[in-house]
Every structure is written in structure tokens, then in C-alpha cells.
């Protein structure tokens, strides 16, 4: 647990405050201790043994503030006493709430069809700051008052510090296989466009976006001043009805999506299957698959439908082999998962530890914005959301991830609930000029 709590204080002012100032500051109930330190963060009842893990921990709304941010734990106030700045807010226990899921580990009995926590039901959505990456505000509230007692902390930088365009492999071609132009004979639909594309050239699959996606990414990387990826998630197994439909990666049209990929220094990951959502145990399996098709180490994962049900199948992830995952977004809301717009290890809930896995929070999934059964939002609406999401994600520093599948690239025209293409030309195109954030958003 100590080690726990090291790393929160450490991840909330930053790996690259040092060590003299990061030892000044102390995480402690007892006031007798106060003066030990130039910054106490007063740690509230939550971790205690009568508490943690019940129902009654959760926080009731509404949620008091402290300088316009949410305070789950604690009081809203600071005061300085002596030479010691106090910090009133348990900034410590609401971080670890946020990014451990812990809400998820107390209500397991809450899950949509799929088995996933909703996000409507979590607590950043329903206490309305799910657009806010609490933790890293949090964060800015700390090394605010180490500047306060003293300390010489130069204010965050406020750009992206990694970007990461990442695409899900669920269905890489239309009508490629024999088996998808009968499928168009018998519903009678697009038979003659199946025919053509089956006969004809691969680049002329409507779901064949691949081209498009790498270059978009080549000349975003050109242009941005920050590093960027393109990560390719793979499915390598699963037997339910949404692990359909089974690419093989022996045929030609895949092979040759794969040497594209090496030529466009694409990075690769397993896209662990429905059924392993269900079985986590599967995971290492389907990586030992894809490890060796790709005749690499594979060591990236996010799942299919997001479904990492419970907080502690991130168990299965570290046995199976994966270092990094990237499924920590909700499904049904876009907006920031795990309370922060940066890289984070997970720590299991259960046991309260740090473990080795890295999680990146995701961002913003295409179909999140504009499905009925999600966030059904009009063009306009979602542009204006996602634009605000990744200026609160500037302005902390953060390392946002999105998520768009080939197959949404399919149709590059606007309608209203029809423009999740449309919209990734546009998001690359603003996020190249990102100063223009500033004209949606009337800031300063
Ligand atoms: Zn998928």
C-alpha cells in the first residue's frame, strides 16, 4: 500500500519534480505530523479497514469543490499553518478511486448487456465532470501549493505529449471473400458492387481504408511537435457470434495489409476477442497466436466491445504477456475513464498494489459519439465535444488515444448522425492547426 500511495503523490505532481521536493510532502491523518512536512495532504477515512471496499465509501452527490475541481474525499479547503501548506482534500484517495475503478470493484452487480460498467452510471458522469480529467487537475491544485511554500515548479506544459491514432481490426475487408458476395446475393443488396470488388482490385473495398488511415497519420506526424502512433489492434481467436467475422492471415489481401503496415511503421496489437472479455484466462492464447502469425513480440491489447469487465481481469493481461492496454474508455460516453489523460500503471483495487501494467486512457471511440444506443450526438455536437476533450487534455499535458475503425471510414460524407469519416478529417485537420481550438471554445 505504501508503495501505492508513493506512486499517486508521484504521478499527481509529475516524474519530473524532484525527489527533495516530491519527500515534502506528506499524506497523513494524524496533525501531529503536520509540521513534518511543507505539504500535507490529509489523508480522509477512506482507505481504513472500516471503510474500504463498502458501499458507504462510495461519495454522495453533490460533490463539493475546492477552486472550481470536485472533491470526492475530504474537505474543500486549504490553509497554511506555520510553514506547512494543508491540503484539506483527500487528493490522494480520490485519484486511486478514479484510476483504480474502484466504484466498478464495489458495484459489480451494475454491467450493460456485454458484461462493461456503464458510463453513464459512473460517478464522473453523473457528477458531471466526465469531460475532466479530475486527477490531473488535481495534480495542477498540488503543485500549485508546493509553488505556494516555496517550491520553484514551472507550470505545466501545455501541449500533447504523445498522441496515439489507434484502429481496431474487426472487419478488414467487405467483400473479399467469396462468402461476402453470396451473402450480398441472398439479402439481394450491393450485388453487383460485392461482384466488382471481389473481382477487382483490393483498394477498391469500401472497408479497405488503410491507405487513407497511414497517410492521414504520415502527415499528421510531419506537422505535429509532440510523438505520435498509429496502432493497429489485431483479432487472433474468439468462437461467439461478435468475434465475427474470422480474417484469415494467410490470405493474400491480408498478407498484404500486413507488409503495409511494416512499410508504414505502423505499430501492432492483439485485440483480444469477445469471448476473452468473458474468459480473460483465453487472452494468452489468442497472444501467443498473433505473436506467432506476426512472427513478433506483441505486447499491446485493448478488447473488443471494451469488454474488460472487471477491474481485476487486468490480472490476465499481465499473465498472458501484455505490458500496455488501451481499452479504458466507456463504450456508451466519451470522456475520461480513469479520471486522467495520461499513461497510468494499474492497481488492482482488490489488492491495493502497483503492478507493472500500463494502462492508456482512451479518449474518444468513433462510434461512442453517434450510435443511438451511446451518446447519438449530431455532427455538430460531437466536433464541439471531442474538440472540447482534447483541449481539456492540452491543457493538463495529457496523451490522448482515439479509436476509429477502418469501417467507419467507409462513407466521407456529413450528415447528421452519418459522419464519424467525415469527422476524423476533421479532428486530424484541426488537431495539425490545434490553436484553432481556441475559436470553438471563445478561450483565451
Ligand atoms: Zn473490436
Known sequence: MEETIRYLIRYLIRSEVPEEIYKSIGYTSEEEKFGLYKVVIVASPFFSDGTYGKT?????????????????????RIEQRGDTWIIYADLVAGAYFLMTR????????????????PGKESLPYRAGFIKRPLVDLYGLILRKILRKAGFPIEKVDQHFHNFYLTHDVDVPFKYRTWRSVLRALIKNRNLKEAWDVKTGKLSWDPYYKFPEMFYKFEYF????????????FFRSGGHTKHDRPHYSFKSKDMRTLLKFCEEMGVEMGLHASYEAGGDPSLIAKERERLCDILGKEIRWNRHHFLRSRRPEDMEALISAGITEDFTMGYADIAGFRLGTSREVRWINPHTRQLTPLVLHPLLIMDCTLSE???????????????????????SVGGEPTLLWHNTSLESDWCSDYNYIGWLYNVLVKEMVEFEAFDDYLNLE
Not at 452527490?61 to 474537505?75: C, N
Not at 506526424?221 to 493497429?232: L, N
Open 56 to 76: 458507504s465509501s462510495l461519495p454522495t452527490l453533490p460533490l463539493p469543490e475546492l477552486e472550481g475541481v470536485p472533491v470526492l474525499f475530504g474537505e474543500p
Open 102 to 117: 474502484y466504484e466498478e470493484m464495489v458495484r459489480p452487480e451494475v454491467h450493460d448487456e456485454h458484461g462493461r460498467f
Open 221 to 232: 506526424k510531419a506537422r505535429v511537435p509532440f510523438p505520435c502512433h498509429c496502432i493497429m
Open 372 to 394: 443511438r444506443k451511446y451518446m447519438h450526438l449530431k455532427f455538430s455536437e460531437a466536433l464541439l465535444y471531442s474538440i472540447e476533450l482534447l483541449h481539456e487534455t492540452i
